[in-house]
């Protein structure tokens, strides 16, 4: 964690989110377009990563399995749950904008958490760093390219229906963790830290209060993020209703 290789990792990710709203910028390319990518982006890390983790069981255990951490049911690698229902499920554009409010701040704090805190390691020599690193940068481009190009409004029912949400998967979390406990799965880093000797998130003060300020920074956080967005589209639509005005 901040080493010289993280620090050329999330000099790449720079790369790949700046360029991400350059090709879009150039180019005008739809949602639909853009869907499309972030969707083979989603499949194509799932498959790299199943690849590169799969193991033969051991003792009764025949076949091969994935460990419990690579399943897709953190916040981020869920994401490709919301991609493919609004690409190919979702029609009703109501529907649609809020599974999209709800993925902008998801994906653009979480994908940057990632690129901050990679779980995986910053090692040149790993595919999965790989994987890692551009799977994380592309979701963070995606959520910068829905609110530049205005894909989205973010309002307070958005902002509180993307709270829901959260809480949902949360508890979601929580049940799995619980019913994969043996497998020692942390979805959500609910259960332990991403990492270890981390500052503030850790269990020095046990885990109720690690839990609470893990859930007191992701308020903060995503209030920060959606909030002055909220305001200052609210701002501009009593502009619009004024100047509309006779």
């Known amino acids: ?10 000099s790449i990710a720079i790369v790949i ?3 991400y709203q350059l090709i879009n910028k150039f180019f005008k390319l739809s949602l639909d377009k853009n869907l499309t990518f ?3 982006v989603c499949i194509l890390s799932e498959i790299i990563k199943t ?3 799969i193991e033969q069981g051991t003792g009764d255990k025949l076949g091969f399995y994935l460990d419990v951490s690579d399943l897709p049911f953190h ?4 994401q490709i749950f919301f991609v493919t229902a609004i690409k190919f ?3 009703k554009e109501e529907t649609r904008h809020t599974i999209l409010c709800f993925m902008f701040p998801t994906m653009l704090l979480g994908g940057a958490i990632a690129l901050f805190i990679p779980t995986v390691g910053v090692s040149f020599t790993k595919v999965q760093v790989y994987q890692f690193f551009i799977f994380h940068s592309v979701i963070v481009a995606f959520a910068i390219y829905l609110i530049t190009k205005k894909v989205i409004k973010l309002t307070f029912k958005s902002m509180l229906t993307t709270f829901e949400i959260l809480a949902m998967l949360v508890f979601a979390a929580m049940w799995i963790n619980s019913a994969l406990n043996e ?3 942390n979805f959500f880093y609910l259960a332990r830290p991403p990492m270890d000797n981390l500052p503030i998130l850790n269990l020095n003060n046990g885990w109720f209060a690690y839990f609470f300020t893990l859930l007191g920074i992701a308020l903060v956080l995503m209030v920060a993020l959606q909030l002055p967005i909220v305001l200052y589209n609210r701002k501009k639509d009593k502009e619009n209703n004024i100047t509309k005005q006779p």
């Open 75 to 78: 916040l981020c690698s869920m």
């Open 51 to 53: 690849a590169v983790n």
């Open 1 to 10: 964690m901040f080493t010289t290789n993280h620090f050329i990792w999330l």
């Open 38 to 40: 972030l969707f083979a």
């Open 17 to 19: 989110i700046v360029g």
């Open 89 to 91: 499920f979702v029609k």
């Open 183 to 185: 497998y020692d799965a």
